[in-house]
């Protein structure tokens, strides 16, 4: 059930922001092959969105102090981070969108113009956005995997990112979604905005998310919740 007071990054959020140690936190193997999640670079978005979210579903204030590498908390982060990538499957979504074209892809025949793949855009507005709205209209915040990057190379599965959406405002011409960026600490003011009215055509995804990287769609990861650790 919902918590029946919203989430707010600047109280429900982390007071610190996902910045750890260089070393690795953990070597996740996948179809792909072996992947370092957890240093300076990738960090613990994931762990981060989904342990916030686990604080908020059970009406815990989360711990103010940035837990040291070993620790309870911290091992109970990199394992949500874990969860997050959703081992197979959520690893293969990133890989196939990261490989897919921004915009629709089509051939011309006899006068009709014919769609061969769906691009980021079309997945994220006309498949992933919709589902994302129903989770929000309902009170519950829902956790996304926001693809950054456009390569073949499973190296870069890093650079993607991922957020916690909890509210939304829409128009015809314009989303706003407001999200919790571990990247960004307890800030209210971090949203993804878009226009959903072309989908077919590469859609730019403006975002104030603390990353260098565009956002090129972004898609809603399956999420249960788990007991934080005790104080």
Request: proline share 12%; net charge negative.
């Amino acid at each position: 059930m919902p918590d029946p007071r919203g989430f707010l990054p600047s109280q429900d959020g982390f007071a610190y922001t996902n910045a750890w140690p260089s070393e690795p936190a953990v070597v996740v193997g996948t179809p792909l092959g072996n992947i370092s999640i957890g240093n300076a670079a990738a960090g613990l978005c994931g762990g981060m969105v989904f342990a916030a979210l686990d604080y908020w579903h059970g009406a815990i204030p989360p711990p103010t102090a940035r837990p040291a590498p070993g620790t309870p908390l911290y091992r109970y982060i990199v394992q949500r981070l874990i969860d997050s990538w959703q081992l197979p499957a959520g690893v293969a979504q990133y890989y196939q969108w990261m490989n897919l074209p921004d915009g629709d892809t089509g051939v011309d025949l006899a006068g009709r113009h014919i769609v061969t793949e769906h691009g980021l855009a079309w997945r994220t507005i006309e498949t992933q956005w919709p589902q994302i709205a129903a989770v929000l209209d309902s009170g519950t915040p829902t956790a996304l995997g926001v693809v950054t990057v456009a390569s073949a190379s499973p190296a870069d599965l890093g650079v993607n990112h991922q957020v916690l959406a909890y509210s939304y405002d829409a128009s015809a011409s314009q989303v706003t979604v407001r999200v919790y960026d571990p990247n960004s600490g307890r800030n209210d003011g971090i949203s993804i905005r878009f226009d959903p009215r072309t989908p077919a055509k590469p859609t730019p995804f403006a975002h104030n998310l603390n990353t260098p990287h565009p956002i090129r769609g972004f898609f809603r990861t399956a999420y249960a919740p788990a007991s934080p650790p005790s104080s």
